[in-house]
């Protein structure tokens, strides 16, 4: 096993790759449609499998996102959203929303959406802020009512401790503050998960956190064959530049 530090840029980054040539992904990229709902995690999804299509030009992570978590005292710019990333029959519709586009999802079609929280047993959960349910409604609503598939691209700092069905009684219940939280039925696709399909290599987390930039970061233990070994630290070494998040 060979161990390397990814930092939370980096998982968002080898999610990013790996989602572009996901095998759920890429066919609906040439017939039906991909929903890529913003968030900061998916701005890199969706920069990845733009750029796959050619189609990049345009598109910014800044702004791309709705509800974001900083650091107490730290502002970010004002960006308006520009609108989620649609993609249908290959084409970038710019400016479109899930909203735009719910209803018409049909099954085969794609949704991803990111998460908040995610626990041992791979159940995801997104806050919620919005008093209507926000995004996460709306492609649940195509999800369960017409089988389209739903993916959750989320990296390792998410992970929680208790069932995220337990949390979201506590956090929803009547005399309760702050956001609420909504356990979604996706799949959850990590950095675990990305160097996996990327690399065949086997991704386990080992310890996580640091300083310095380094804060969330995940210790990755990785194995495999030789070459799956070192193709998995090629990869590694190909987004360790990637600079911090900012959205």
């Avoid at 626990?119 to 649940?140: K, R, Y």
């Avoid at 069905?165 to 675990?192: D, K, M, S």
Wanted: charge should be neutral; include cysteine.
């Amino acid at each position: 096993m060979k161990q390397f530090c990814v930092t939370t840029a980096m998982s968002k980054r080898l999610i990013g790759k790996a989602m572009a040539v996901h095998p759920d992904v890429t066919p609906v990229l040439t017939k039906g449609t991909l929903v890529i709902i913003a968030g900061t995690t998916n701005g890199y999804v969706a920069e990845e499998i733009l750029t796959a299509l050619g189609q990049a030009a345009g598109f910014s992570r800044a702004g791309f996102r709705r509800g974001v978590t900083v650091a107490p005292g730290a502002k970010l710019a004002h960006v308006d959203l520009p609108g989620d990333v649609v993609i249908r029959d290959g084409r970038w519709e710019r400016g479109k929303t899930i909203f735009d586009v719910a209803e018409e999802l049909r099954a085969g079609d794609v949704v991803l959406k990111g998460a908040n929280a995610f626990d041992a047993h791979g159940q995801a959960a997104v806050q919620i802020g919005h008093p209507q349910g926000g995004t996460v409604i709306a492609a649940l609503a195509a999800v369960v009512g017409r089988r389209v598939r739903l993916i959750v691209p989320v990296g390792l700092e998410k992970r929680v401790l208790e069932d995220v069905t337990v949390l979201a009684e506590r956090c929803n219940a009547p005399e309760a503050h702050g956001p609420r939280l909504l356990p979604i039925p996706g799949r959850i696709f990590t950095e675990l998960d990305a160097i996996a399909l990327l690399t065949g290599a086997a991704a386990c987390l080992i310890a996580g956190g640091g300083i310095c930039g380094a804060e969330g970061a995940a210790w990755l233990g990785i194995s495999g064959a030789t070459e799956q070994i070192e193709a998995a630290t090629e990869l590694i070494r190909s987004v360790a530049g990637e600079p911090p998040c900012t959205a």
